[in-house]
């Protein structure tokens, strides 16, 4: 073999695509494509909006933009449209669209009607065809021992055609199993190659977020993702769980991946020498993406964490002289620097962004009224709005009820209480122990006798008379005054105790205790 023949071979695809020979008479009777795009140029004007849904058939990994016009078509409605593998039964999995028309969206496609229950039927019809053929497939296969493994077969424009797709690691030679299926399916027969992927978003299914595929349900575009996207969002590189059902990566590590790339680029890297704002040095130990926040080691040994607003520049590595070892670490990751700053300058941003946004409400609506009236502000007021009458009495209105304010006499405003409770500890006097205090007035000591329980009073406050509360938790008695000096000569005899001061303090039991005796 020679070299030029090596090229040609290896320019060839995996696989083949064959079809039987009535496919191939079909396709010389149909008109060109280049007819179709100049007639189809004819119809549409350059810039001329049209509307549009997107309809995807079952078995197809993805959905095709089909032409409505003023047609009103609902979303996940059944209809009938020519695929690229001819007149299927498809759903509309999009709300309808408008776009611009351009010389790039040749050929345009539209739905030729919607789907009945004959339509349904026979698309019902088909699916059971499909898994009969999928059986005989399977067993030509395993006859053949062919490396392939068949995924699903799909039968277009009802049940005239059936398209097998497979995949297989290397190049297959199928020629013997094309001319066995078309003798047992008596129909045209098509085997297409198929990615990993294209064979999950054909099938469907669940993925491990619980919903279903997004390359089966809604994604136009999917496989550009990448191994940088997982390294970009910090995720751990374990592929049992970066990996979706197909085997490869998930399609929605591409949805935040914007969002990621934008805030790296303005954090640091992680392992640069930086300096801050506050005038600190130090190497960046970890990033906090979401957050945009970094941790840093300054040149003192203190890992402090700091917001993206406090980084200032990048050092050279060499130059910067950071140490390589310490003696002490201390860390103060707990609490943020600048975090505070941060905050109300988001807030300030906050307020600002709803006040243009209530400037511009408020001219829209200007706008609008002054277009319906032509006045920007009508000056007058609406007509009064006569009550209607009524035998039920009328309700008055909170505004319209009079306050009334009561105001308490000096008879029901009770008193305040004193600073001390008053708490009355004397026993309860029988009638013996007021016989026994009647005695004692007659000899001239109208004192009584001293009630039991109350030895241990403390002093007793100055000012007070005898009727002052004697209370038993009180603490003992402090007398710090010094020796009695009692200058007064013998009382007189037969002089009764009426004499004494008044107040009954404690001078004045001190004087009934040392008189002179009758």
């Known amino acids: 073999m020679t070299n030029e023949q090596h090229v040609e071979e290896d320019k060839l695809p995996p696989t083949d695509t064959i079809i039987s020979e009535d496919e191939t008479s079909e396709m010389s009777d149909a008109e060109t494509s280049e007819d179709k795009e100049s007639r189809e ?4 004007k350059e810039g001329q909006i049209l509307r549009f849904v997107r309809v995807r058939f079952p078995g197809n990994s993805r959905s095709f933009p089909f032409l409505i016009g003023k047609r009103r078509i609902e979303y996940g409605q059944k209809v009938v449209a020519m695929s690229d593998r001819g007149m299927a039964v498809g759903y509309v999995n999009s709300f309808p669209y408008e776009v611009p028309f351009n010389k790039s969206m040749l050929p345009v496609r539209s739905i030729a009607k919607v789907a009945t229950d004959e339509d349904v039927q026979k698309d019902q019809e ?217 905050e109300a300058k988001k807030i300030k941003a906050f307020e600002a962004e709803v006040k243009t946004y209530k400037e511009k409400g408020k001219s829209f609506a200007d706008g609008i009224f002054e277009s319906l009236f032509g006045e920007k502000t009508l000056d007058y007021s609406l007509p009064a709005v006569a009550e209607l009458e009524s035998s039920k009495p009328r309700v008055k209105t909170p505004d319209e009820e009079e306050e009334i304010f009561y105001t308490p006499s000096e008879d029901e405003i009770l008193p305040e209480d004193e600073e001390e409770d008053i708490v009355d500890h004397e026993p309860v006097r029988t009638r013996v122990d007021l016989m026994d205090r009647g005695q004692q007035a007659s000899r001239g000591d109208n004192r009584g006798p001293r009630p039991q329980g109350q030895q241990n009073r403390g002093p007793r406050p100055q000012g007070q008379g005898p009727q002052a509360p004697r209370g038993d938790s009180r603490g003992p008695r402090q007398d710090n005054r010094g020796p009695r000096q009692d200058n007064r000569g013998p009382r007189p005899q037969g002089q009764n105790n009426q004499n004494r001061p008044q107040g009954g303090g404690q001078q004045g039991q001190n004087q009934g205790r040392n008189r002179p005796p009758r």
């Open 41 to 44: 140029e004819s119809r549409f």
């Open 126 to 342: 088909a699916y059971r065809q499909q898994k009969n053929a999928e059986n005989i497939c399977n067993d030509l296969i395993e006859q053949f021992k062919l490396d392939m493994q068949l995924t699903h077969v799909e039968f277009t424009s009802f049940g005239k055609k059936a398209v097998f797709y497979f995949i297989a690691p290397a190049r297959v030679d199928f020629r013997d199993l094309v001319r066995d299926l078309v003798a047992k399916l008596k129909t045209r027969i098509e085997l297409r190659q198929i990615s990993v992927r294209d064979r999950s978003a054909s099938i469907g299914g669940i993925g491990p977020c619980g919903r279903e595929l997004c390359c089966s349900s809604f994604l136009t575009k999917y496989g550009n993702v990448g191994i940088k996207m997982a390294k970009n969002q910090d995720l751990t590189l374990n592929f049992s769980k970066l990996n979706g059902v197909c085997g490869q990566l998930k399609c929605c590590l591409q949805y935040e991946d914007d969002v990621y790339r934008e805030k790296r680029s303005r954090l640091p890297k992680e392992g640069d020498i930086i300096t801050t704002h506050t005038g600190e040095t130090g190497r960046v130990d970890r990033l906090h993406l979401l957050s945009e926040q970094f941790v840093m080691m300054t040149n003192r040994g203190v890992r402090k964490r700091f917001v993206v607003d406090l980084y200032k520049e990048t050092l050279d590595k060499e130059t910067a002289n950071f140490p390589k070892e310490f003696d002490m670490i201390t860390d103060e990751t707990h609490k943020v620097v600048g975090l505070d700053d941060k």
